[in-house]
């Protein structure tokens, strides 16, 4: 039954002809024609369009979590907006119907033999490949971090896990005012927006809500070189800053957290002649974004580049060596922020791409870099942020979103969670670039 499916498959070039060959000798019930690695946003949104339109047993779905999160609300419910339990939804209920879920990690690739192993040593093959599993959280990067996370008393947390992001509202909450310090590491990290999103709503809270501003100073520590990497958001977050009355200290890298003394240490780099100093500021609550890195498995492995990035071709998202391998969201080097809305922008041209590879055919359809990061500047404010590959803005709205908006916020807060669950998860939402394309249509006529 396999091989008769395999049969049907239109050729895809050479190699790729000759790889069936080879993987019909590993047949087993453990062989699809599509696997997905990665049950997360890319993965989920690859995989509903594969098994509605392919049908049972085609696609095969790789991953290991019980729970999916939707991992932009954490801003909200760091910032007490929303609950964590507002952010997940059981794997199980997202899962395509006719997708196979298997329960496992991905551990290695094996692309000549269009193979991947997972953690309960099974062997998976596939004809065809998209990896899309996320990238690695390195809080233990930073010494001292894991401990003080742990621990309720330290004054430390973080939104960039399940585990730490409530703490994050229950410093801001009972915060009797001191150093605030919020901290960006250096690139590449998802949603590179983040770090400051929740200083805003910690500022404003203090400000409006605890009444605590006037003996509080907010401190921004961040490792790069600019407020924010394209211009023209960054225009309009240094006027935020200035309003609010934040400290902005650039080239400033937490490298070391003492909880037990309310501490941190800081690498400064001088950008004139790249020197480095260390310097300690106290702090009274501090929010860590920590570095981020690719997954343990993907570091040296066949299908990443020597970052350890799924190397693939930016535009059209297949592999640059493995014609039927393909990667989508945080796990790929393609060169645009890592962000749940650079996932539907991704999901469509990665679609087309596939669906070329199989025809036999060279992939025509081209990702631009459409990323955006909702930046909340405050409770009901937000400047929509939406740029490509050269930092150029690219705008949903004929309106300057450069301006933080009330509509903004509430795009963010109230529609974006059910365009995720029940568009880009079930494949159905592929970005803003049709609504774009409309809206400015309509303008030009
Ligand atoms: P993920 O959604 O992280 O999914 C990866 C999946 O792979 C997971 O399900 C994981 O369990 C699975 N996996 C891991 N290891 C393995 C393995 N070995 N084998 C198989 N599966 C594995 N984006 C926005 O667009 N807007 C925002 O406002 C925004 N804000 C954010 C705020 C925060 C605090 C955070 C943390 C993220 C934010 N993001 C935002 C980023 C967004 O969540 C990610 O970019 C997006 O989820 C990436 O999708 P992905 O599919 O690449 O990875
Ligand atoms: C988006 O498509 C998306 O994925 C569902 C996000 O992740 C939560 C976003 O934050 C944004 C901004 C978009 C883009 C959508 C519009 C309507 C501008």
């Known amino acids: 039954m396999v091989s008769l499916l395999r049969t049907s498959l239109a050729p895809v070039g050479k190699a790729i002809a000759a790889q069936h060959f080879s993987t019909a000798a590993v047949l087993s019930n453990d062989s699809y024609r599509f696997v997905v690695a990665g049950g997360g946003a890319g993965g989920l949104a690859i995989a509903s369009s594969l098994a509605r339109k392919y049908g049972d047993g085609n696609v095969a779905v790789i991953e290991p979590s019980d729970v999916h999160y939707y991992q932009p609300m954490w801003t909200l419910v760091g910032g ?38 997972t953690s309960d040593n099974r062997k998976v093959n596939y004809d065809y490949l998209v990896v899309a599993m996320g990238l690695q959280v390195n809080f233990n990067k930073i010494e001292g971090l894991p401990e003080a996370l742990e621990d309720p008393a330290s004054g430390v947390a973080s939104n960039f896990s399940p585990k730490y992001v409530n703490k994050t509202f229950e410093l801001i909450k009972n915060f009797q005012g001191g150093n605030a310090i919020f901290t960006m590491p250096t690139l590449p990290i998802k ?22 501003r006037d003996k509080t100073t907010v401190m921004y520590n961040s490792a790069l070189a600019v407020l924010f990497g394209v211009k023209k958001y960054a225009n ?13 200290n650039l080239h400033t890298n937490l490298v070391e957290v003492m909880s037990k003394e309310k501490k941190a240490m800081f690498t400064i780099t001088n950008p004139a002649d790249n020197t480095t100093t260390n310097k300690i500021f106290d702090y009274d609550m501090i929010h860590v974004s920590p570095p981020m890195g690719p997954l343990a498995c993907l570091k040296d492995s066949p299908v990443s580049d020597a970052n350890g990035w799924v190397d693939v071709n930016k535009t059209t998202l297949q592999h640059m060596r493995f014609p039927n391998v393909f990667a989508i969201g945080d796990c790929s080097n393609v060169p645009t922020s890592k962000t749940a809305a650079a996932v539907a922008g991704q999901s469509g041209v990665l679609l087309k791409s596939l669906e070329s590879v199989m025809k036999g055919e060279i992939p025509a359809e081209k990702y631009d870099g459409y990323t955006s990061c909702p930046l909340i500047t405050g409770y009901g404010t937000t400047i929509l942020a939406e740029f490509d590959f050269n930092a150029a803005p690219l705008e949903t709205f004929p309106i300057d979103q450069g301006k933080e908006r009330t509509s903004m916020y509430y795009l963010k807060r109230d529609i974006m969670p059910e365009l995720y669950w029940s568009g880009l998860l079930r494949g159905v939402w592929r970005g803003p670039g049709i609504v774009r394309k409309a809206l400015h249509a309509g303008l030009k006529n």
Do not use: H
């Open 80 to 117: 007490g907006e929303k609950t964590l339990q507002d952010s997940a939804k059981e794997m199980s209920k997202l899962m395509p119907k006719n997708a196979t879920w298997i329960k496992e990690k991905v551990e290695q690739f094996d692309p000549a033999q269009n193979l991947v192993y």
């Open 191 to 212: 949603c590179p927006g983040a770090p400051q999103k929740i200083m805003y709503l910690a500022e404003d809270y203090f400000r409006n809500k605890s009444g605590v």
């Open 236 to 248: 309009s977050l240094w006027k935020v800053v200035e309003r609010k009355g934040i400290q902005v």
